[in-house]
């Protein structure tokens, strides 16, 4: 056995699984499944089996999710770096899948760091509704930000919250919430000699605890008839089932929707049969356990701080016209604001340059960048944080006093001289025909790689993409074939590399 397990680690594996304990053990010496999910954001799932210069094996329980092979490394390549899909253990797909999103559903996902989920419910929603990621270490939630970045999320919300005070801020808003619940981590074990390490007898104990606490927070944050999923990669019964028994006791509007015994998921133990576990000796997948539960009462529906109790619990994102004015009123005001206008200070501190420009003025340089580059208006809520602006699918209400690592969609940030220079998230969800200039690179070419390395490359005139009327000089949109990467600057035959250090190939 490659994996030298915890001697009390493989008992308690002993009396769980009796007969088929050696199986289950067989598997510590086994090499770990690897997979890809596709970003069906940016390609659909027969468009990167076209591409995938790597083998794709179906992974029975998500239809977007593929077995690679060993040696594969699919983390270098050109598509990686566009977002055309996520490097994922496969069973944990699983969770997700019985999640149900739809398009348009308002999603929270409580324990998201560094994002494997949410970006597959990002996948799901198609850009419509909302999703709310949240992690407790503020350190991951950074890997979660830049995930959602590059997978083209539009409509994503991170926050570094507590699960109460997420609740406290939400009751009853949302559809759908995950619990990818902070666990002993069993089912790492043979991908993660760390987490071996790390686990003692008392770990399971200490963990279910803190999924106590997760589960009540996340019941009231659930609108009625929505749906909670609560999954681990664990395999102690005091942290699946039992966490979940003990929360049914205390919460007799929860109901455990089947998904135990069916196709690829093996029943969870008594007394709840209806919840799934995945075994890596029956599938291939290092692991997981899954709950669905469904909220059937019907109070408390639909409320959210900071909105009026008959009022409607959330207003319509502002649509903005294509004619490059968005949040100001009067083109007089704008132009106050680029010349000097007093700042309002509504959102954040505010940096050295702002301090010159107002809000409108800001909004002004956005809206007109965005008519000359793009042709039109992203929608949203616009939210300045000092000089950095984001669209948002919540109103700047919704988040006060929550700590937010990003109110939504970042669209870029404004200097004092009232150039809007755009953000790199803003170029990663945009397809080529949502920019007005744009440069496709070929994925197997040299050029993509040196343009991932930050280098500048030299590109005529005549390679460009160019919108009707649309002049070669300024942001270009840089694509990897047909899936963007990141802006670059033209001007006089060369392309400068906006590309963000942080982000390069290395
Ligand atoms: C299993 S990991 C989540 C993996 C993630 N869902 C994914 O698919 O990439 C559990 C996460 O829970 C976070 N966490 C721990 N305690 C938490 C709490 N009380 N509230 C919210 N998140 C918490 C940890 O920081 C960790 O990132």
Known sequence: MAVQLPRSFSERMRDLLGREYEAFAETYGEIPHTGVRVNTLKIPVEGLQRLAPFRMEPIPWCPTGFYTAEGARPGKHPYYHAGLYYIQEPSA????????????????????????????????????????????????????????????????????ESPERIAAAFPGFFDRILIDAPCSGEGMFRKDEDMVRQWDE???????????????????????????????????????????AEFLAGHSQFSVVPAGGTGFFSPGFPPLPGTARLW??????????????????AEGADTMAGTPPDGPSLPAAPRRENSGRTVVSRKDKAQEGRSGGRASGRNGSRGRNAAVLSEDGMMAAYAEFAAEQLGWQPEGFPILFGEHLYMSPLPREALDGLKTVRPGWYMGQVRNNGRFIPGHPLATALTPQESRRSLSLAGEGAEAVSYLKGETLSIPADRLRLAPGAAPKGYVLVCIDEYSVGWGKWQDGMLKNEYPAGWRWT
């Open 202 to 244: 008392s770990t399971p104990a200490k963990y279910a605890g803190m999924q106590r606490d997760i589960l009540q927070a996340a019941a009231r944050a659930l609108k009625p008839g929505g749906t909670l999923v609560y999954s681990t990669c664990t395999f102690s019964p005091e942290e699946n089932e039992g966490s979940i």
């Open 93 to 160: 797909m699983a969770p997700v899948e019985l999640l149900g999103v739809m398009p348009g559903d308002r999603v929270l996902d409580l324990c998201a760091a560094p994002g494997g989920k949410s970006t597959q419910i990002a996948a799901k929603l198609q850009g419509r509704g909302m999703l709310v990621s949240n992690d407790l270490n503020a350190e991951r939630t950074k890997a979660l930000a830049k995930n959602l970045e590059l997978c083209g999320a539009r409509n994503a919300v991170v926050l570094n």
């Open 280 to 297: 890596p000796h029956k599938v291939k997948g290092e692991g997981h356990f899954i709950a669905v539960l469904r909220r059937e009462d």
